[in-house]
């Protein structure tokens, strides 16, 4: 046994429960082949953030011909560290084995999952 005893205190008390909130609060949708390739959307927890061509309606835009106006939503969800995704369009949204996701419907994916939205182009990987 270690003669060495670490003691909580207040101020790393507060360390620990913000980096525990830090992390949780916020994940990340970035762009690793395609236009937009470096380019990285931050998603605030429990916050919907939508992709498509349409600016009006769409906080991050990719002017690609194959995205639609809403082509999906995406949703950090902090408290299982997992991301929301819901693919709205025309010409889809894959996951890297190509498997198209069902529009409409509810996909929780896990941070590392890459993405292609449209096409094969515009590859995206979750933080």
Do not use: W
Not at 28 to 37: E, K, P, S, T
Not at 43 to 54: A, F, M, N, W
């Amino acid at each position: 046994m270690s003669e060495f005893q670490y003691e909580n205190d207040i101020h790393t008390m507060s360390v620990t429960r913000s980096l525990a909130m830090s992390a949780a609060s916020e994940g990340a949708l970035i762009c690793i082949r395609g236009d937009n390739i470096g380019t990285m959307v931050t998603l605030p927890s429990d916050k919907d953030i939508y992709v498509g061509r349409d600016a009006t309606r769409c906080q991050y835009i990719l002017t690609n011909s194959k995205i639609s106006r809403i082509h999906c939503c995406f949703t950090y969800v902090g408290t299982i560290n997992q991301y929301r995704v819901i693919d709205q369009s025309t010409n889809g949204t894959f996951l890297e084995n190509g498997e198209r996701l069902i529009s409409g419907r509810e996909y929780y994916l896990l941070p590392s999952t890459k993405l292609y939205i449209g096409n094969e182009n515009n590859l995206f990987q979750l933080r």
